[in-house]
């Protein structure tokens, strides 16, 4: 059975940073992309950055890029975000996902179902 673990999430200051782990297992994930989701309270779940199996591809949302980091460690299979500069607006329930994803530049494989397996999620608050 297929288990995504996040954790890492908390209340930080706006301006603070964080970093969320999130360890998988239950299968072999070559060729398996990672990534982080978040929602925020009443809006839709949204695609946040995505990492490929080898690590050499990465995609940001635009909201994000530049203040936050994804890397993996496949040996451990455990993908992280580093999230600096965070902002009230970063408060969300974060998600950590895999998926077969064969382009992560094309906005279709930013949809939740793109996406096989899903964590738990963690909360993130950012205070003002």
């Known amino acids: 059975q297929v288990q995504l673990v996040e954790s890492g999430g908390g209340l930080v200051q706006a301006g603070g940073s964080l970093r969320l782990s999130c360890a998988a297992s239950g299968r072999t994930f070559s060729n398996y992309a990672m990534g982080w989701f978040r929602q925020a309270p009443g809006k839709e779940r949204e695609f946040v950055v995505g990492?490929?199996?080898?690590?050499?591809?990465?995609y940001y949302a635009d909201s994000v890029k530049g203040r936050f980091t994804i890397s993996r460690d496949n040996a451990k299979n455990t993908v992280y975000l580093h999230m600096n500069s965070l902002k009230p607006e970063d408060t969300a329930v974060y998600y950590c996902?895999?998926?077969?994803?064969?382009?992560?530049?094309?906005?279709?494989?930013?949809?939740?179902?793109?996406?096989?397996?899903w964590g738990q999620g963690t909360q993130v608050t950012v205070s003002s």
């Open positions: 996902a895999v998926g077969l994803i064969l382009d992560l530049k094309d906005p279709r494989q930013h949809a939740t179902d793109s996406w096989r397996y």
């Open positions: 990492i490929s199996w080898s690590g050499f591809s990465t």
